[in-house]
């Protein structure tokens, strides 16, 4: 390879709002045959809004948003956000041994009472029974929405949905990958019916769910050893291993600082179409070096 062309490529590269962190990131995005998608802040806007609040018998509303409240004051998820919004101007109650679990949710302790908030896996790990809201969270699900559950002291207390609409322009961005003859895959950590609804409003050809970081890497790797050139775009912590460990780590600009590290180009415009521009560009100036 010529280092002038790639270096022009590069140069092109930070016009169009891409960052090359990795010099040979500009070289190999001309080989990726599938690009490996983050739903949460990827192909969504990751500003999520609560939508809708249910409470459990022996339990109110406010106590469910303060709880939650308290909790996510201390988490840096996206999630957190839309919660604390909803908790804007109330008293939130003092939280011990605050701990985020990755992938699933948070927990901490409230009045001597271990409190957790999260989604079905968590509440699962901690023997948490969720019947007696399923209804509700079907519903929630069903819209594409995210099904969050509160457990107070062991027991359910309330489930609330949470909206976080698809960017404008994911739609259009990952029909571009496939007219650039790219599978297109998504992977997240939220519950499948969420997953599904957002996999078929975007055009994804395949997708996994309730998917850990761990297992987000692991996917990518399964792929890279069926022969696949693997692109990887993802903007959380929980991204990183896999945005590592993919022939191109491309991280959204806005994201977690540990995802932009782990990655070999940054996209800047929070976009979608800063995979198809990156993989455009490589292509051409691989043209000119070859
Ligand atoms: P994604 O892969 O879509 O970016 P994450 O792996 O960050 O999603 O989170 C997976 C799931 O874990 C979320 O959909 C949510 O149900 C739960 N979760 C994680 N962190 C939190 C939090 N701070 N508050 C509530 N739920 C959370
Ligand atoms: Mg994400």
Redesign the pocket.
Known sequence: ATPMSVMVGVGKAAELGMLVRQGDALQKASDLTTVVL????TITEGKPRVTAIYCTGAFSKHQVVTTAGAL?SH?E?P??EAVLEKAKGLELPYVRDFQ?ET????AGCINNQQTL???EALMAAHDVKTHELSEQAVEIAGQGQ?V?YLSIGGELAGVMGISDPVRADSKAAIERLHQLGLKVMML???NPETAAAVASQVGIDDWRAQVLPADKERYVRELQEQGEKVGMTGD?I?DAPALARADVGMAIGAGADVAIEAADITLMRSSLHGLSDAIELSRATMKNIR
């Open positions: 983050d739903k949460t802040g996510e988490s998820h999630l957190a985020a992938g699933r949710g948070v908030l999260g989604n995210t969050i997240t950590g939220d959380g929980n």
